[in-house]
């Protein structure tokens, strides 16, 4: 009928990226990346996460594998009930010099919701630059994070004019009351060299699991209002 041609007509909605940069703490990384994962799906969009950190093989396809055959992945469905991870560092590598646009790539990713590029900052300044994206920063309670944590930010403010959202992973710690904590550490090296005021996010692993899910939801929610839509063209096919 009618009311259908002009649902046909109508655009999909796009799929949305977003962007975590790791710094080498991938044990505070992942289980905050998984569990934001899950509440994405289920707002029921379907996400896919490209891995940076790890190479695409023959064995284990991924970006390049798609970059390489985009016409052959364009109509590959998603599960809307779950989440997948596609190795990446090649595809990434590929993509460097032209950056990940929307018009160049958004094609490949027709079922997805949520595209979620994890990488390292370096390399996410190569693919993402002033794209106005708000790239996630997980800082895990640890000695070492703060440092490692900064080191990120600065890649990502001089080189691409990032600015990160700050997640700060609250434990309850035996840290001396004069020690400063990772995060005023980053908040203070953040101001002093960065001129840079940074309000994190404080998500909760303190053993309440209904604050901690809470403290997800809604950082799942503010990535998803700063998130960068992609385009859905569809490659050309030439003769």
Same mark, same amino acid.
């Given at each position: 009928?009618?009311?259908?041609?002009?649902?046909?007509?109508?655009?999909?909605? #796009?799929?949305?990226?977003?962007?975590?940069?790791?710094?080498?703490?991938?044990?505070?990384?992942?289980?905050?990346?998984?569990?934001?994962?899950?509440?994405?799906?289920?707002?029921?969009?379907?996400?896919?996460?490209?891995?940076? $950190?790890?190479?695409?093989?023959?064995? $284990?396809?991924?970006?390049?594998?798609?970059?390489?055959?985009?016409?052959?992945?364009?109509?590959?469905?998603?599960?809307?009930?779950?989440?997948?991870?596609?190795?990446? !560092?090649?595809?990434?590598?590929?993509?460097? &010099?032209?950056?990940?646009?929307?018009? &160049?790539?958004?094609?490949?990713?027709? #079922?997805?919701?949520?595209?979620?590029?994890?990488? #390292?900052?370096?390399?996410?300044?190569?693919?993402?630059?002033? #794209?106005?994206?708000?790239?996630?920063?997980?800082?895990?309670?640890?000695?070492?994070? &703060?440092?490692?944590?900064?080191?990120?930010?600065?890649?990502?403010?001089?080189?691409?004019?990032?600015?990160?959202?700050?997640?700060?992973?609250?434990?309850?710690?035996?840290?001396?009351?004069?020690?400063?904590?990772?995060?005023?550490?980053?908040?203070?090296?953040?101001?002093?060299?960065?001129?840079?005021?940074?309000?994190?996010?404080?998500?909760?692993?303190?053993? $309440?699991?209904?604050?901690?899910?809470?403290?997800?939801?809604?950082? !799942?929610?503010?990535?998803?209002?700063?998130?960068?839509?992609?385009?859905?063209?569809?490659?050309?096919?030439?003769?």
């Amino acid at each position: 009928n009618q009311a259908a041609g002009l649902q046909a007509m109508a655009p999909l909605a #796009s799929p949305k990226l977003m962007a975590v940069a790791s710094h080498g703490q991938q044990q505070g990384e992942l289980p905050l990346l998984w569990s934001l994962c899950h509440s994405w799906v289920e707002l029921g969009l379907p996400v896919l996460v490209l891995d940076g $950190n790890k190479s695409e093989t023959d064995s $284990n396809p991924g970006l390049i594998h798609l970059l390489q055959d985009p016409l052959g992945h364009a109509n590959v469905e998603q599960d809307a009930s779950a989440w997948r991870v596609l190795p990446a !560092a090649l595809g990434f590598a590929q993509l460097s &010099s032209t950056g990940f646009h929307a018009g &160049s790539v958004g094609h490949l990713f027709r #079922s997805d919701g949520v595209v979620l590029l994890y990488a #390292s900052a370096t390399t996410l300044t190569q693919l993402l630059k002033n #794209s106005g994206l708000t790239p996630l920063l997980v800082l895990p309670p640890l000695r070492s994070a &703060s440092m490692s944590a900064y080191q990120a930010m600065k890649v990502l403010m001089q080189d691409a004019q990032l600015q990160p959202t700050v997640a700060n992973i609250e434990l309850q710690t035996s840290t001396p009351i004069h020690m400063p904590s990772p995060v005023q550490t980053l908040q203070h090296c953040a101001l002093t060299f960065l001129g840079l005021e940074i309000k994190p996010i404080t998500v909760s692993a303190l053993g $309440n699991p209904q604050t901690s899910q809470d403290d997800i939801s809604r950082l !799942a929610l503010q990535l998803l209002e700063n998130a960068v839509p992609l385009q859905r063209q569809q490659p050309q096919r030439t003769h």
